[in-house]
Structures are given as structure tokens and as C-alpha cells.
């Protein structure tokens, strides 16, 4: 559809207004998205910068959920390999001892024992004793 044009040939001033805010916003957008791929960096670089001085890096630095989740942004637990550190009989209170575990709420770490049993990788030998199958 062509533009309409007013008598001296020229788009209306409401047209150019909105064709500069336009390219405005294209380029805040492409600003934004260097800006950030700079942030990420410089977060890269303090986590591994933390990681050699044995520190913990700054809450939120790990990612940007870090912060929503009020968590220290260690990332997703793999409780595979958690269940692989465990002895063939232990309880749960064993669990807490693995690095990285410790202030485990214990839902969580009874959520994770209750899917081994379903996936039938851990057998409940009796209370507050399980077996890795």
C-alpha cells in the first residue's frame, strides 16, 4: 500500500516522528544487547577471578535468576551423581554432608530420595534407612 503524502509530496510530521522513534528503539535495542553481552563477560570473568582467590562469587553473579531464586546461584543440583557419592546403605541426614548440600531444606532432599525410589535406584530398607539398588 503506498504512503500517503500530503500536497508537497513529503510524509506527514506524524510519519517521520514515528520513522525516527522507530530507528531510536532499533538502536537502544542493539545497545542493550551489547551492553549486556559486556555484563556477562565481566560476570564471567569475576566468577572465575572468585573461583582462583577460593572466595564465593557475589550473590546474583552466577546468573540473574540467582538473585529471584534468594539462593547463592550454585545452579541445578545433580542428584544422580549425589546418589553415586553415597554409601550402598545411608540416611538422610548423610546426605547434607555432600558439599554444596548442606542448607538443603529437607523437602528437597526427601523429594530427591522419594524419586530414586520410584526410579527404582534406592530401596527404603527402614525408616530413615535407604539402600542404593
Known amino acids: 500500500m ?3 503524502t500530503n500536497a508537497d509530496g513529503a510524509t506527514s510530521a506524524f510519519r517521520q516522528v514515528q520513522n525516527q522513534a522507530r530507528s531510536l528503539l532499533i538502536n537502544l535495542r542493539k545497545e542493550i ?3 549486556e553481552v559486556d555484563l556477562q563477560r565481566l560476570r564471567d570473568e569475576e566468577v572465575s577471578l572468585s573461583r582462583l582467590t ?4 557475589a550473590m ?4 540473574p535468576a540467582a538473585g529471584r531464586r534468594g539462593g547463592v546461584g550454585r545452579g541445578r543440583i545433580d542428584w544422580r551423581a549425589i546418589l553415586e557419592q553415597l554409601p550402598k546403605q ?5 546426605i547434607r554432608e555432600i558439599r554444596g548440600l ?3 531444606r529437607s523437602s528437597e532432599i526427601f523429594a530427591a530420595i522419594t524419586r530414586w525410589i520410584d526410579a527404582n535406584m534406592v530401596k527404603r530398607k527402614e525408616r530413615g534407612l535407604y539402600e542404593r539398588v
Open 33 to 35: 544487547r551489547a551492553k
Open 2 to 4: 503506498p504512503r500517503r
Open 60 to 63: 546474583g553473579a552466577a546468573s
Open 102 to 104: 548442606k542448607d538443603k
Open 54 to 57: 577460593g572466595g564465593a562469587p
Open 90 to 94: 545411608f540416611k538422610a541426614a548423610q
